[in-house]
């Protein structure tokens, strides 16, 4: 029962890709394509990629098509997903660099809510936008915003992130108020990882756990380190662990990949991922 | 068969568009013109670039411009700007369908790392070398034209960077654009 990773790649006419992945000398291997691993969508499976290598899982699955924002790539996953959904074996799924698109994702909905057995969905990113934008953020089962994305998601006259009213987009200190009006208004996933100075993994009954440590302050600046922290989830998840205890556990293996790497401002996501397994294997076999 | 499908269905069935459905927020933007003639020529040149676009009558609370409005989707409103404006197309107004009152960002949050100063426009940072004003990161953002204008600024300085507007596509690209506008403010 696979992992499956949903999401796009920088580049024009890539083609779509469906297929098992994995990682060697710092690239992406998906059949008979290969990518380098930057901030985004490739970051999140190179993230996923050692995490399940560390666990003991099978490689996970990544359908990808090509996208620089015109939306084309993400309609190219969005028809494979509506005619592939009802013969997917996945236990998760996670949804990432999407063009929001409402009517794409209510089909893809539609096609999940017909599944015999639904996987785990977890929705980061431009796909975490339509679904709330669409008033179905309640059908997910993990959405990871960091703190803007938090303020987008409280408030609940928006479509989009740029458009965040200026009251709600407060201090970090603010985000225990946040995430209680998103689920107010029915805007979040059964849960949340909010990620920031202290991650906070939050449902509708309040505020789970609080990460803090160890505090690396010069990652916030850097591209990816939010979807290495999707891929890290997404693989606890893979392994069986609970939504909260995948979420915690992953923000502190975040944190710890943060200390052992010392990054500067200046660091690039691929700097950090050599790192990623020893912090992986600290994190969760401490003993 | 779940509440979700029945629900979904029904719009379905009923041939009833998603985003007008009552759930969630409309994905829809407005642009408002003074002249029908801009509206027309608009309207083709967004089409001929793919982009879904619907000529409606303005809703009664706009009131300003013409009887014609261009419906598109909101999300990709960096783009359909940069090309009304190569164009030398000017919409009077804006608008996300949702709420004609919403307006984009302008509050930025700034942190200051010693040698580098990061800048946020809602879900979107910027970070630079103050020593050579080097863009060292991007981050934030959702929209798949993130990682592709990051690859393409980061390395460069301030002043040889192209800005975000001219190559992204959507509302993240779009709140970079004001990071960044933000960031040569500060330090050029």
Redesign the interface.
């Known amino acids: 029962m696979p992992l499956m990773i949903v999401g796009t790649v920088p580049y024009e006419g890539f083609p779509l890709i469906h297929e098992e992945c994995n990682l060697r000398d710092g690239r992406l291997n998906l059949g008979h394509e290969s990518v380098s691993v930057v901030r985004g969508t490739s970051a999140l499976l190179a993230a996923a990629c050692l995490a399940s290598e560390v666990l003991g899982l099978a490689r996970p699955w990544a359908l990808l098509a090509g996208d620089i924002g015109r939306g084309d790539g993400s309609r190219r996953v969005y028809a494979h997903l509506v005619e592939h959904l009802p013969d997917s074996p996945e236990r998760v799924i996670v949804f990432h660099y999407l063009q929001p698109e409402v009517d794409w994702h209510n089909r893809i909905l539609m096609k999940i809510d017909d599944l015999e057995r639904r996987p785990l969905l977890v929705a980061d990113a431009g796909y975490m936008y339509v679904a709330k934008m669409s008033g179905f953020a309640t059908s997910y089962d993990l959405f990871t915003p960091d703190v803007g994305e938090m303020a987008f998601l409280a408030d609940e006259s928006v479509p989009h992130p740029f458009y965040t009213r200026g009251f709600l987009l407060q201090e970090e200190e603010k985000v225990p108020e946040l995430i209680q009006r998103a689920y107010v208004h029915d805007n979040a996933a059964r849960y949340l990882l909010v990620k920031g100075r202290r991650d906070l993994v939050a449902s509708a009954d309040g505020i789970i756990a609080e990460i803090s440590e160890p505090c690396v302050e010069n990652m916030e600046p850097i591209g990816g380190t939010g979807d290495t922290l999707t891929g890290i989830v997404a693989a606890l998840l893979h392994s069986g662990k609970s939504v909260p205890e995948s979420a915690a556990s992953g923000a502190t293996v975040n944190r710890v990949l943060g200390r052992l790497t010392n990054p500067t401002p200046a660091s690039s996501i691929a700097d950090l991922l050599s790192c990623l397994p020893e912090a992986v294997r600290t994190v969760l076999f401490a003993d | 068969m ?1 509440l ?2 029945s629900v ?2 029904a ?2 069935k009923s041939g009833v ?3 007008l ?1 009552d ?5 829809r933007g407005l642009l408002i013109f003074e002249h029908t003639s801009e509206v027309i020529r608009a309207e083709s040149l967004l089409k001929e670039a ?1 982009i879904d676009v619907a000529v409606k009558g303005p809703p009664p609370e706009v009131r300003t411009g013409c009887d014609l409005a261009i419906e598109f ?5 960096l ?1 359909v700007s940069f090309l009304l404006e190569q164009s030398k197309i000017r919409p009077l107004q804006v608008l ?1 369908l ?2 004609l009152l ?6 930025y ?1 700034v ?1 200051d ?1 010693g040698e ?1 100063l ?1 800048v ?1 426009a ?4 910027i ?1 630079v ?1 103050k020593r050579d004003l080097r863009i ?13 204008l ?2 393409r600024l ?1 390395g460069k300085t301030l002043q040889e960077a192209p800005e975000p507007r001219s190559l ?8 970079l654009q004001l990071a960044y506008e933000e960031m040569r403010r500060r330090c050029l």
């Open positions: 779940s979700l499908t979904l269905g719009f379905r568009k998603a985003e459905c759930k969630g927020v409309s994905e793919g989707p909101i999300v990709s409103g783009r996300p949702q709420d919403l307006e984009p960002v302008s509050l949050h942190k790392f580098y990061m946020r809602a879900n979107m940072k970070t070398d060292v990161n991007i981050s934030g953002g959702g929209c798949p034209d993130v990682p592709y990051a690859e980061m992204g596509s959507t509302l993240c690209g779009y709140a």
